[in-house]
């Protein structure tokens, strides 16, 4: 700055910029919960390719079932490549074909379609395809179709039409999903209160839509009263139509046509109902002139 007359001129300098020691402590922590979840993400991604070893580990870990299905993914790809190592594991797979917990049943039922080879698979499976849970019959039913075995037919004719939901128990209908809702395997659709205050909760067995519900809230049900209908989401019913094609009976095409005339129905439902029924037209047709 110029100063007036004798003045000298006089030069103010900026404040000296004072650093801020950043705390250590709080970087560590951010670093750890970086590091944290990324690890977390690693370890339960089903991507991540596991060694023999680690599959081996994991089909036993009972207590993680992630952990169970992580394994039981990558023995499939293995099947998939044509992997002969795969098969160090069939005993274990096999075991787990009778375990309480429902998710392995329906995802051994599942990758057991992949080696339509295996006798010890295929066994299984016609156990499978009795399962008390109708997401593992239905597995089951699928995987039989690479068997060219169609003793599952019958589950999947049914998959195509509404499926019943009873009560769990005795008591008054305290909520249910209205007609049109979207749900999962395992989503809450309706409640029951029972006569001493418990509620108990009755959970989706099967992906796909509400139809309809047949108890009113606030009616008296009991284990043998039908709460809901539901009908089968558009991925399950696309694999049963495929599967029909090869193991579908003549009487099973007044339900199928159903399927190929309902404008409702997206086009590659249509389209792969028609494909299914003139299979079975077609397989029929020549069974008949085999017999003459």
């Given at each position: 700055?110029?100063?007036?007359?004798?003045n000298p001129e006089v030069s103010?300098?900026?404040?000296?910029?004072?650093?801020?020691?950043?705390?250590?402590?709080?970087?560590?922590?951010?670093?750890?919960?970086?590091?944290?979840?990324?690890?977390?993400?690693?370890?339960?991604?089903?991507?991540?390719?596991?060694?023999?070893?680690?599959?081996?580990?994991?089909?036993?870990?009972?207590?993680?079932?992630?952990?169970?299905?992580?394994?039981?993914?990558?023995?499939?790809?293995?099947?998939?490549?044509?992997?002969?190592?795969?098969?160090?594991?069939?005993?274990?797979?096999?075991?787990?074909?009778?375990?309480?917990?429902?998710?392995?049943?329906?995802?051994?039922?599942?990758?057991?379609?992949?080696?339509?080879?295996?006798?010890?698979?295929?066994?299984?499976?016609?156990?499978?395809?009795?399962?008390?849970?109708?997401?593992?019959?239905?597995?089951?039913?699928?995987?039989?179709?690479?068997?060219?075995?169609?003793?599952?037919?019958?589950?999947?004719?049914?998959?195509?039409?509404?499926?019943?939901i009873k009560s769990p128990t005795?008591?008054?209908?305290?909520?249910?999903?209205?007609?049109?809702?979207?749900?999962?395997?395992?989503?809450?659709?309706?409640?029951?209160?029972?006569?001493?205050?418990?509620?108990?909760?009755?959970?989706?067995?099967?992906?796909?839509?509400?139809?309809?519900?047949?108890?009113?809230?606030?009616?008296?049900?009991?284990?043998?009263?039908?709460?809901?209908?539901?009908?089968?989401?558009?991925?399950?019913?696309?694999?049963?139509?495929?599967?029909?094609?090869?193991?579908?009976?003549?009487?099973?095409?007044?339900?199928?046509?159903?399927?190929?005339?309902?404008?409702?129905?997206?086009?590659?439902?249509?389209?792969?109902?028609?494909?299914?029924?003139?299979?079975?037209?077609?397989?029929?047709?020549?069974?008949?002139?085999?017999?003459?």
């Open positions: 700055m110029e100063g007036n007359g004798n103010i300098q900026p404040p000296p910029v004072r650093r801020v020691r950043a705390s250590w402590p709080i970087l560590l922590l951010a670093v750890l919960f970086v590091v944290g979840a990324f690890l977390t993400w690693y370890f339960t991604w089903w991507g991540r390719n596991l060694s023999d070893s680690d599959i081996s580990q994991y089909l036993v870990d009972e207590k993680h079932p992630r952990r169970v299905q992580h394994a039981l993914l990558q023995v499939q790809h293995r099947i998939e490549r044509g992997d002969g190592s795969a098969k160090q594991w069939y005993p274990q797979i096999v075991t787990l074909a009778s375990h309480s917990e429902t998710e392995f049943r329906l995802t051994v039922a599942w990758l057991m379609g992949f080696d339509n080879k295996s006798e010890e698979f295929h066994q299984s499976l016609l156990k499978l395809v009795k399962d008390p849970e109708p997401i593992v019959r239905r597995n089951a039913a699928l995987a039989l179709v690479r068997f060219n075995d169609g003793t599952g037919r019958q589950e999947l004719v049914a998959a195509l039409q509404p499926y019943e005795n008591g008054n209908v305290g909520s249910v999903l209205q007609p049109g809702a979207e749900v999962v395997r395992g989503t809450l659709i309706g409640r029951i209160n029972q006569a001493g205050g418990a509620i108990v909760e009755v959970r989706s067995p099967l992906p796909g839509r509400i139809e309809r519900a047949v108890a009113a809230v606030g009616s008296a049900v009991n284990t043998e009263t039908t709460l809901l209908t539901m009908i089968s989401d558009e991925d399950s019913v696309w694999e049963v139509l495929r599967g029909l094609a090869f193991v579908g009976q003549p009487e099973d095409l007044t339900v199928i046509d159903r399927y190929e005339a309902a404008a409702t129905q997206p086009d590659r439902i249509r389209k792969q109902a028609a494909v299914t029924a003139g299979a079975i037209r077609q397989r029929a047709s020549q069974n008949n002139k085999a017999k003459q």
